[in-house]
Antibody, heavy 125, light 109 residues
Framework: QVQLQESGPGLVKPSQTLSLTCTVS??????????WTWIRQHPGKGLEWIGY???????YYNPSLKSRVTISVDTSKNHFSLKLSSVTAADTAVYYC?????????????????WGPGTLVTVSS | SSELTQDPAVSVALGQTVRITCQGD??????ASWYQQKPGQAPVLVIY???NRPSGIPDRFSGSTSGNTASLTITGAQAEDEADYYC????????????FGGGTKLTVL
């Protein structure tokens, strides 16, 4: 059973960089075809896709966040990370990591089958 | 385009059938996936692909697509189905982008 777990500071100061890690257990982050994803949810609001890193290392980001986002992977630790720079109060949200099997099962079928429990990050001085 | 539109709220009487819809151009190319989220919890995948349910999801949940509209149908809604539901799809531009609908709050009366 694959499990994902987010970790990182729960409080970040404005203008600083938010850094989170998602540790994957029960499966290899290097497995062919998977997209390792970050998603966030502002308080009381809907889900927002931030971006993902493909098993090959290619990254894809939400255009609205692209200038501030970096997603990377550390295969030796079986985890992937999110960095969001120049944060403001508008970046206060619950951040989730998730796995997308990337159409392995069938072409055109993309979905997030495993999610972490989420971690609340508050941006405040 | 990756914009997906959902009705903000839908209600259903206990035991009745309800359909939650998601509209977007990308749905002509990619299937939607559907997620159930209860307060304070992470989203849970309930439908993916043409009409597939992950293990553990009751068979009262089903999915379909027609043109640019994907639907999540709950046949015989239960009290525990009261939740927020989100659709998701890849962007049809080929840029590997993804997007969620705004979510639908389902109330079971």
């Amino acid at each position: 059973q694959v499990q994902l777990q987010e970790s990182g500071p729960g409080l970040v100061k404005p203008s600083q960089t938010l850094s989170l890690t998602c540790t994957v257990s029960g499966g290899s982050i290097s497995s062919v075809g998977y997209y390792w994803t970050w998603i966030r949810q502002h308080p009381g609001k809907g889900l927002e896709w931030i971006g993902y890193i493909y098993y090959s290392g290619s990254t894809y980001y939400n255009p609205s966040l692209k200038s501030r986002v970096t997603i990377s992977v550390d295969t030796s630790k079986n985890h992937f990370s999110l960095k969001l720079s120049s944060v403001t109060a508008a970046d206060t949200a619950v951040y989730y990591c998730a796995r997308d099997p990337g159409g392995i099962a069938a072409p055109g079928e993309y979905y997030f089958d495993y999610w972490g429990p989420g971690t609340l990050v508050t941006v405040s001085s | 385009s990756s914009e997906l539109t959902q009705d903000p709220a839908v209600s259903v009487a206990l035991g009745q059938t309800v359909r939650i819809t998601c509209q977007g151009d990308s749905l002509r190319t990619y299937y939607a996936s559907w997620y159930q989220q209860k307060p304070g919890q992470a989203p849970v995948l309930v439908i993916y692909g043409k009409n597939n349910r992950p293990s553990g999801i009751p068979d009262r949940f089903s999915g379909s697509t027609s043109g640019n509209t994907a639907s999540l149908t709950i046949t015989g809604a239960q009290a525990e189905d009261e939740a927020d539901y989100y659709c998701n799809s890849r962007d049809s531009s080929g840029n590997h982008l993804s997007a969620f609908g705004g979510g639908t709050k389902l109330t079971v009366l």
